[in-house]
């Protein structure tokens, strides 16, 4: 997709958090509020789930064709969950971005540290923090998916997955959703307009100046 007038790349932005922190609240009203940005659609060799769609909610692959392409650099990033791959297939997010579209991702940090070495100029991050731990407690405890020994498990992975926070371009704290909702599309807009970003500048600047 290309501006009214100058041509642009997208980029990839990505929002990480702990677990019930609110990121992945925050990702599905950017993508219902803009049409410019679309969700990354990981690969995965996990079975489906019900309901579960190939190409819509993950790429489902088997062990040999995900490490086939993970040999043959097809991934932007990828990683073993709970004896599991998953990995960011490299050709759709490359057309997209080379199209002038933006890519949402939710990932944790080791997937950003990855998408850092690969694609260090396409990459906007984000981490999202709770504005106090026993804040992150309630959320976890209201959404009612968790046992109580699961929730204690999830603060105390919690504290290792916040201490990478340096890591990140822009931080942000979740007090309220529509209010970090608007802080990240600040962020978005910002960064649409960084000038290394607008490739067709030069050419609008030539016609401005061809007098």
């Known amino acids: 997709?290309?501006?009214?007038?100058?041509?642009?790349?997208?980029?990839?932005?990505?929002?990480?958090?702990?677990?019930?922190?609110?990121?992945?609240?925050?990702?599905?009203?950017?993508?219902?509020?803009?049409?410019?940005?679309?969700?990354?659609?990981?690969?995965?060799?996990?079975?489906?789930?019900?309901?579960?769609?190939?190409?819509?909610?993950?790429?489902?692959?088997?062990?040999?064709?995900?490490?086939?392409?993970?040999a043959d650099g097809d991934f932007l990033e990828h990683a073993e969950v709970f004896g599991k791959l998953y990995g960011t297939p490299r050709r759709p997010v490359e057309r997209t971005l080379d199209a002038g579209g933006d890519v949402l991702f939710d990932i944790d940090w080791q997937g950003t540290r990855q998408l850092r070495d690969t694609a260090r100029a396409d990459l906007v991050s984000v981490f999202v923090l709770p504005p106090s731990m026993d804040a992150l407690a309630e959320r976890l405890r209201q959404r009612g998916q968790d046992s109580e020994a699961v929730v204690r498990e999830r603060m105390a992975k919690a504290a290792d997955e916040m201490s990478h926070w340096r890591e990140y371009d822009y931080i942000v704290v979740n007090e309220s959703i529509p209010e970090s909702v608007r802080r990240v599309e600040a962020i978005l807009q910002a960064e649409r307009l960084r000038r290394e970003r607008q490739t067709g500048l030069p050419d609008f600047v030539g016609r401005l100046t061809d007098v």
């Open 1 to 70: 997709m290309q501006d009214a007038f100058v041509q642009r790349r997208g980029l990839m932005l990505v929002l990480s958090s702990p677990s019930g922190a609110g990121k992945t609240t925050i990702s599905r009203e950017l993508l219902g509020r803009d049409g410019n940005l679309a969700l990354s659609v990981s690969a995965t060799t996990r079975a489906p789930r019900p309901g579960e769609e190939d190409g819509v909610h993950y790429h489902f692959l088997d062990e040999g064709e995900f490490r086939r392409m993970v």
